[in-house]
């Protein structure tokens, strides 16, 4: 069954970016100076950046029954995004996220993503000769462990690439997941629950890296907060800085960051150019509100250029 190269397994939802020059107090009332509705969510945001990148991509997440599911898939299709393997889930609302955006560019969320708007193993086990057809499954962890458990096994036993993005929600039950993974990501966060220490700086960073890279993958990529990134596969370690961009909205970052990553995995490049390449498509990301990527060879070869060597 010939398909898509890369399979995203994660998350749908649409997006209201709310840009206000100060969070008000309880009580109080803000201006909105920006406004931005988009197709979000983890999964669709990793989808559309590997679309932008040339690679062909489809996705398996869930939507409502309800006009805004209309609106997001077929934003998908136009993105250049199969959607043939998306859920629609019957008497339920899509997926929201709100995204509360202030002047100094940080964010603070407001969700509804009720459970009927998650993937669940049956899902996942409808969709397996769609993950087996490709050349790379990436599995987003904000998924309920066992649909992710679903994805990462379907996609180890036909030989794919199986790209990890997070943590699970009880850390003690990682295990079974890190050992199906050839590739990890993790923001400073997810690192801490994973490794019971929240790195402070690129030694910190690398340190966390290799404790991972021995619970399975192959290749393993953690954020420092506010820093950089630490890389690490088995016979190196690499810390890549954040490039010099001005940051409107961290949202989004992330998911770029795996896109550029997956990307550059498929390509065969080096584990160097492509930890940059990874950084740089972040970069890309930061400069304005909302999670929606804009990746080109041409903006990640500009945000080369402002990631210190």
Do not use: C
């Amino acid at each position: 069954m010939a398909g898509p190269d890369v399979m995203v397994v994660g998350q749908i939802a649409r997006d209201l970016v709310l840009q206000v020059d100060a969070v008000p107090a309880a009580s109080g009332t803000a201006a909105v100076r920006h406004r931005r509705e988009l197709l979000g969510g983890k999964g669709a945001n990793q989808a559309v950046g590997l679309a932008q990148l040339g690679v062909g991509v489809g996705l398996l997440g869930v939507v409502g029954d309800d006009e805004i599911a209309e609106r997001l898939l077929a934003r998908a299709r136009a993105d250049g995004v199969d959607v043939s393997a998306v859920v629609r889930r019957p008497d339920t609302p899509t997926g929201l996220i709100v995204d509360l955006v202030d002047a100094d560019g940080n964010w603070r969320y407001v969700q509804d993503l009720p459970e009927p708007t998650l993937l669940t193993a049956e899902d996942v086990r409808g969709a397996a000769d769609r993950l087996r057809a490709a050349r790379a499954v990436l599995v987003q962890l904000q998924q309920p462990r066992e649909a992710a458990l679903a994805a990462a096994r379907i996609a180890r036993q036909a030989g794919r690439l199986v790209v990890l993005d997070g943590a699970p929600e009880d850390p003690s039950r990682a295990a079974e997941l890190l050992v199906l993974a050839d590739v990890l990501r993790t923001d400073a966060t997810e690192t801490e629950l994973l490794t019971g220490g929240r790195p402070a700086d690129a030694a910190d960073g690398r340190r966390a890296a290799r404790e991972l890279l021995g619970q399975g993958p192959s290749l393993v990529a953690v954020e420092v907060h506010g820093v950089g990134n630490a890389f690490a596969w088995p016979d190196a370690d690499l810390f890549v800085p954040l490039s010099d961009t001005p940051t409107v909205d961290t949202t989004g970052a992330g998911d770029a960051f795996v896109a550029g990553l997956t990307a550059g995995l498929l390509a065969g490049a080096p584990r160097r150019s492509l930890a940059r390449r990874a950084v740089a498509a972040a970069g890309a990301t930061v400069g304005r509100p909302g999670g929606r990527p804009q990746l080109s060879e041409a903006t990640i070869e500009r945000q080369l250029a402002r990631i210190p060597t």
